[in-house]
């Protein structure tokens, strides 16, 4: 079952670009990668999902390497509503087991 | 909105007693999973059901149990509750049963507190 590790925390400033990194070693040749973000007190939200080299959506890009032992969340110049919990979910290997790290604490100030 | 229904939102409680926390998934989605979110904590996987049955079982106590209707609706009974058991309970649904994907979609959460 892969276990991912995550920074706790980041701070950044508004208008920069964020980026978060997961290592997931052990990671199944079938699982995908997928991020969440969660305000407080609420669900956690889909963000992207990628198997593979770098996918792109309208609020966020993941960059897999070949290796797929880690992946790089990619935010576009972030704003204060950004300021989150980042977590990085990789596939369930099988079990039906979806196991969340830690998550990283992304603070952005103004 | 998710599409993942979550009832009672908050509830209040004793210690010793035992309440009940439903979860409407998805349209479509045949997998419900249960976490437990205790305050300023990570997301802790309970269990898994597919269609009916129980699939994955996490870190789950034995007061807790769970189950998922013919109509997929799920409940995650807890019972002689604790004062630590207080957290946020999320559900989430899949359309599948571990295809590997780990694209869930969460409810909003019931929040749990015993005194």
Redesign the interface.
């Known amino acids: 079952l892969a276990k991912t590790t995550q920074p706790i925390s980041m701070d950044s400033y508004e208008g920069q670009e964020v980026n978060i990194t997961c290592s997931h070693n052990n990671i ?1 040749t ?5 991020w969440y973000q969660q305000f407080p ?6 963000i992207i ?1 990628g198997y593979k080299t770098k996918v792109t959506n309208e609020v966020a890009s993941l960059f897999i390497p070949a290796d797929r032992k880690s992946s790089t969340l990619s935010l576009p110049r972030v704003s204060l509503s950004d300021t989150a919990v980042y ?1 990085c ?15 990283t604490r992304l603070k952005v100030l103004a | 909105d998710s599409g993942v229904t979550q009832t009672p939102k908050h509830l209040i409680t004793a210690t010793g007693q035992r309440v009940t926390l439903r979860c409407s998934p998805r349209s479509g989605d045949l997998s419900v999973y249960w976490y437990q979110q205790s305050l300023d904590q990570g997301l802790q996987f309970l269990i898994q059901y597919y269609n009916g049955e129980e699939r994955a079982k996490g870190n789950i106590l034995e007061r807790f149990s769970a189950q998922q209707f013919p109509d997929l609706h799920s409940e995650l009974n807890l019972s002689s509750l604790e004062l630590g058991d207080s957290a946020l309970y999320f559900c989430a649904s899949s359309v599948g049963r571990g295809q590997n994907t780990g694209e869930l979609f969460f409810g909003e959460g019931s929040r749990l507190t015993v005194l």
């Open positions: 199944a079938n699982d995908y990668i997928t007190s609420q669900g956690p939200r889909f999902q977590y979910l990789v596939g369930d290997g099988g079990t039906y087991k979806y196991i969340f790290g830690t998550g």
